[in-house]
């Protein structure tokens, strides 16, 4: 397996590896990595639908990318997907699925049009007192200090950051600042998180500094990512004959391990509950996803509150029996044993009364019923004790949801506070209890609150133990590789293993990038894994994100003013000079000379 960029490898058709017609694959959980793999094992490795098996626990595939109706309770979404043009794993594989609901197009032509035509970006990403503008006016408000302190993060190499949190590496200055704000909300970051983790992200979406503050360097689906990105793929899959195999709980794997080689030997499985399972050779492939950040996620109501499940968690009972094989199976531990540092809650609420929608335009600026970008991401309310946040995506949310309702996705990363209004914990709370804490953030009047959180909206509380769980310190083989060293037949997939390249982990991009190593290494696919895009290596990218970085700020060059200025002078005839003055890191005419 190799990484490629450009056209020349992107356009190319690999040839059907040797040997693959005797070769059947088992994919250990449904979620968008092993869909993804079984799509790349059906169009690259050209390997027989009818080969393919993917094993659930569910009754429904899809793992974390999940959105559904549930009778009673309403509509739900754990979490939601921020995408970009630069995944480029994910475009390569949404290419060559079918729409849906566009004729003729595949899913990333009827994404790609759908953001040609409804550009995203917010209009207003923060409020306090009750609704009322934050004017964090898109500034990072980040001191010579903080910006020190990225600098240092930013160069500092892969080692110095391991085990290292966030809070050990950045000062009072950086933790005050807009950036931290905009950056702790739109990825679930908190400050004890990992060092490292935080690094890579700068790394990987450097280009998009710029569009952090009001969200356009971000792209949606037309509905939530069930209905826009699963149900597809899942139609490609069984349209080429693969095999879901619901109500299957694997609760391990045998491995045959020799100096040099190792190979997976039988999958056991718990099917509707009874004992089961599957011999391997080396021509039976299998590809596990290992941990999970939904494992043991539990629905509340609009009159209970969701439960913490602290108990044992299958999937990673799963890895830690597979990890007790072999020192390169991972760590689980480092990930999954700290619930209280990986947890939070988000809810998913469904308003009924016409009154709340005007609430929410007034903060969005946008008609929440025009079919078209309405928040453009989160709204924080800076000033919420549970740091609350609260989206409004492309209305309708479900292909299913009335005309009159709107679906609302909210999030808190501080779920052992009590509210603001609510004064008791988010965790604690049932959905009326958090659609009130929400409405009063909102800025509806104090008066009218119980009365429309009680009938003027329905909402699901959802507690995630593992949600962050990746985001936890960790060092060198924590995680293990796509493919071990000595692999012959099996492979890691998903956001608990180790892709060679440096991509991060929380995207989509991920979970498509690690199956399509593993396809490719073990199939011996002829054609390159698409590179993370180089954006740091880019200059250009670098002087903008600088520039941005310091609010626009020109660089303050130390030295006497004649000094400054014949350098100025020096660096206006010259490329960087132009670059410098474009990105506005020196002003664009050098000042006059001083007295000499």
Known sequence: MYYSSGNYEAFARPRKPAGV???????????????????????????????????????????????????EKGFVIRGGREMEDHFECLWDLFRSIPSLDVPNASVLDEFYWLNKDDPNYSLQRATVNQGQDAHTDNQFSLSEQAQKDIVRLFLATRAEMEGKRINEVFGDDFFASHFWLYWRTMFAFEAWHSALEMKLYLHRFIHHIGGLPDFSALKFTRYNQYESLVLPLVKYLQDHGVTFQYGTEVVDVDFRIEPGRKQAT????????????????????????????????????????????????????????????DAAFGRPEVF?????????????????????????????KRDPFSGKVVTGGIVTAKDSSWLLSWTVNRQPHFKQQPKDQIVVWFYALFVDTPGDYVKKPMQDCTGEEITREWLYHLGVPREQIDELAANGAKTVPVMMPYVTAFFMPRRAGDRPDVVPKGAVNFAFIGQFAESRQRDCIFTTEYSVR???????????????????????????????????????????????????????????ATQIGTLLQEYGLVPHEAPPDGPR
Request: cysteine-free.
């Open 514 to 572: 690690t199956p399509m190593e593993a396809v490719y290494t073990l199939l011996g696919v002829e054609r390159g894994v698409p590179e993370v895009f180089n954006s740091t290596y880019d200059v250009r990218s670098l002087l903008a994100a600088t520039g941005r970085l310091r609010d626009g700020k020109p660089l303050d060059i130390p030295g006497p003013a004649f000094l400054r200025n014949l350098l100025l002078k020096k660096l206006d």
């Open 266 to 325: 039988r999958i056991h499985w718990l099917r509707d509950g009874a004992a089961g399972g599957v011999d391997l050779g080396a021509d039976d492939l299998v590809f596990m996803t290992i941990g999970s950040l939904t494992e043991n996620s539990r629905n509340g109501d609009h009159h209970t509150a969701a439960e913490l499940d602290a108990g044992p968690a299958p999937a990673w009972e799963l890895w830690k029996r597979i990890a007790a094989r």
């Open 21 to 71: 017609d005797g070769k059947r694959a088992w994919f250990v959980g449904s979620g968008l990595a092993s869909l993804a793999g079984a799509a790349f094992l059906i169009r690259d490795a050209q390997m027989a639908g009818e080969h393919i098996t993917i094993l659930e626990q569910q009754h429904l595939p899809g793992g974390a990318l999940d959105g559904i109706k549930e009778p």
């Open 336 to 364: 999954g044993s700290h619930i209280a540092e990986t947890k939070w809650e988000s809810a998913t609420i469904t308003t009924l009364d016409v009154r709340i929608p005007q609430y929410i335009q007034k903060i969005a």
